[in-house]
């Protein structure tokens, strides 16, 4: 049952500026006595009206919105007026709304986000203001912040380079932020670092809001960084930052430089791969046959299909593996083929799952002559099949069909956002398997009926992660963020597998239970956090306690 927050420490205003305030405001549910006190007679219509009443409504206008780009629009018009309100509706409609304010929507909502835009929020932190960050940050609504998210607009889902237009991604996830974690929204701050753009489309647009200027990089783009950093650092200590769709060559400098100096993690590295490994441990705990016992072929060797194969083969090594075993275990593929210890082009992370010439002298060679995704099916035995290529249609038939030919129950992950990218559909893939695969994707997809069942498909979505990660860091005031907090993220997630139960059952929670999921992962979290000595020590009746306190709720105070 819903309860009311506690207040707010602000003050109220009165009149027009507290209706205004989104944080505040009740809009027609200000009470006669609050009406009079904050000098609202006249203001609003007579009728006082419920939380509810007021959510039926935004409801009903929400559904009159008819392209999704559109309901977007609706649903962060309607944040900008009434934060308890929006939150409210999506929690009552969440598997409506998520994939409206998240993926697969917000991929659009960034692509027009300079036609679109229509009021402030977050922060715009912009190369030519690089002397002027501690005054920007100044600038915020929130005085007191538990979470920034933070993008640089560089790779922005499987659309690419989107300048200031990527802040769309911070306001998606701090929403998620808030309505599953449970983080206050005015404790929450988006921000982009506006480096400029080499999207050509947006800098001919004259519409664009961003710095018109190429893209930084090298050591002036590193340096404007580490100014940002060092202003949080002095503004903002202690805040999470989460890194979030930064291109792939400037991903892993960033989260090695920063991890050990801020609060910091970053969510296309460390939060994709969490929430794959909990989706996978799901199903091979339907299939039977241990993880140290499977396969992976990862089609993608961008941050996110690095990571991936990372936290997989942690995973494996806790079940029994060595390192060098693990790691022979997985077949990693990108656009110049298999990664081999003979390839030059390699990153040092994509180097330490570069498998030896050896291992690929009796492969045969695609046309190109490269050991592909196709070669790789033909020539070994994955049960573990993951798209992060974003290549549409990249799972074809008679690929699938071989995997399938090998391996009773193949788990297949096209997780490639948005939906137009994914490298396969779940109904194309139970039917090329005889309805035995076991599925995750990165976009939302309908449940696939065979006649004889229905089969409910997860959608290996982060906001099953980095909510329970923000909350746990708010509940236990952990002052790093490590890889086996994410690990034992991965592993609570997998605790809550429906497919344990029902083998025909989703491999993810329902969407509906997220706020539950979420305390039950900020738990574990937490825990590993206190054992790794990153976190004040506390008994766990206690851990509960103030993991429950933590978790907002909208309600009106």
């Not at 039926?56 to 009434?82: C, G, M």
């Not at 790789?376 to 974003?390: E, N, Q, Y």
């Not at 096209?414 to 396969?424: F, G, I, V, W, Y």
């Amino acid at each position: 049952m819903l309860t009311a927050s506690p207040p707010s420490p602000s003050v109220y205003r009165h009149g027009h500026a507290l209706l205004d305030n989104p944080f505040r405001t009740k809009g027609t549910a200000f009470t006669q006595e609050e009406r009079t006190r904050f000098g609202l007679h006249g203001l609003l219509p007579p009728q006082i009206e419920t939380l509810e009443q007021q959510t039926d409504r935004a409801y009903e206008a929400f559904q009159t919105r008819v392209s999704p780009l559109d309901k977007h629009i609706y649903l962060r018009a309607l944040q900008d007026t009434n934060e308890v309100l929006y939150y409210r509706l999506l929690l009552d409609h969440v598997e409506e709304t998520m994939p409206i304010v998240y993926t697969p929507t917000v991929a659009a909502a960034c692509e027009q986000f300079s036609h679109i835009y229509r009021r402030p929020r977050g922060l715009f932190v912009s190369y030519p203001l690089r002397d002027r960050i501690p005054e920007i940050l100044a600038n915020r609504y929130g005085k007191q912040i538990d979470v920034i998210v933070v993008t640089d607009g560089g790779r922005i889902l499987g659309i690419g380079d989107q300048g200031v237009g990527g802040l769309g991604i911070p306001i998606g996830k701090l929403s998620l932020y808030t309505l599953i974690g449970g983080i206050r929204p005015e404790r929450t701050l988006p921000i982009v670092l506006d480096v400029g753009t080499n999207n050509a489309d947006r800098l001919r647009d004259p519409l664009y809001l961003g710095w018109r200027h190429e893209r930084l990089s090298g050591t002036e783009y590193f340096d404007f960084v580490d100014q940002f950093i060092s202003a949080v650092k002095s503004e903002l200590p202690g805040t999470c930052i989460q890194w979030e769709d930064f291109p792939n060559s400037i991903a892993y400098t960033l989260l090695n430089k920063y991890r050990d100096e801020v609060l910091s993690f970053n969510d296309d590295i460390q939060g994709t791969a969490a929430v794959t490994l909990g989706a996978i441990l799901g199903a091979i705990a339907v299939t039977g046959r241990p993880l140290r016992d499977q396969t992976v072929v990862v089609l993608g060797a961008g941050s996110a299909g690095i990571g991936v194969s990372d936290y997989l083969c942690r995973a494996m090594m806790k079940d029994g593996l060595s390192e060098q075993e693990a790691r022979s275990r997985f077949w990693i593929i990108n656009r110049g083929g298999v990664l081999h210890t003979g390839r030059t082009d390699l990153s040092v992370e994509q180097r330490q799952f570069a498998q030896s010439p050896e291992r690929l002298s009796n492969m045969p060679r695609s046309a190109a002559g490269i050991v592909g995704l196709a070669e790789v099916v033909k020539s070994t035995s994955p049960t573990i099949l993951i798209g992060l290529s974003t290549l549409p249609n990249a799972f074809t038939e008679p690929l699938i069909r071989e995997m399938a030919r090998k391996t009773p129950r193949p788990i297949i992950l096209p997780l490639s956002n948005p939906t137009s990218k994914a490298e396969a559909t779940p109904a194309d893939l139970m039917k090329w398997t005889e309805g035995r695969a076991l599925i995750a994707t990165g976009s939302p997809f309908a449940p696939v009926s065979d006649g004889a069942r229905t089969v409910p498909i997860a959608q290996c979505n982060n906001v099953y992660i980095f909510p329970a990660v923000g909350l746990a860091l708010a509940a236990c005031k952990a002052k790093r963020v490590s890889d086996a907090m994410l690990l034992a993220a991965a592993t609570a997630l997998a605790e809550k597998s429906p497919a344990l139960k029902d083998r025909n059952a989703s491999l993810l929670p329902n969407l509906r239970d997220l706020r539950a999921v979420a305390r039950h992962i900020a738990a574990a979290v937490a825990v590993q956090a206190q054992a790794e000595g990153l976190a004040p020590p506390m008994d766990r009746e206690e851990l509960a306690r103030r993991i429950a306190a933590a978790q907002w709720v909208p309600a009106y105070a």
